[in-house]
């Protein structure tokens, strides 16, 4: 791998650590409310939203060196970043959720999360790259 595809690596993951962060820090932050399935449910759903803007925001500009700006292209691609999202999205709920029910603890649920995420991550790139930044990828912005 080339030092420009060890940078984008590095970047990319740690983009991915960012927001991870932010989706379960709002998730803490809903959870501190209770308990349940309506509260798991409205934390799972907040904390993906915010990890959602702040990855788009971070790998438009440093991943994908997107400097289209506008309402018009901002709405489109957002739109199909978070198209592509929803595949990846099942597989982040689907391991998080299997995590919280088969051990029914919040540790487990985060452990849970974090893989789902990570795998979800790897397919999104690769999603992202082929149908919503279409141009080229960041070298050294």
Do not use: C
Not at 81 to 106: K, N, P, S
């Amino acid at each position: 791998m080339s030092a420009t595809g060890w940078t984008l690596l590095w970047r990319y993951s740690a983009f991915a650590v960012i927001a991870t962060l932010a989706n379960l820090g709002a998730q803490r932050l809903v959870l501190r409310l209770g308990d349940g399935p309506l509260l798991f449910a409205l934390a799972v759903v907040a904390g993906t939203g915010l990890g959602l803007v702040v990855k788009y925001a971070l790998d438009k500009r440093w991943i994908f060196a997107d400097t289209e700006t506008g309402m018009r292209a901002h709405s489109r691609k957002f739109g199909l970043y978070t198209v592509m999202g929803l595949v990846t999205t099942a597989i982040f709920w689907g391991t998080e959720t299997a995590f919280w029910l088969a051990f029914e603890t919040h540790e487990a649920r985060e452990i849970g999360a974090v893989l789902g995420l990570a795998v979800g991550y790897v397919v999104k790139y690769r999603l992202d790259k082929r149908f919503v930044f279409t141009g080229r990828v960041a070298e050294g912005v």
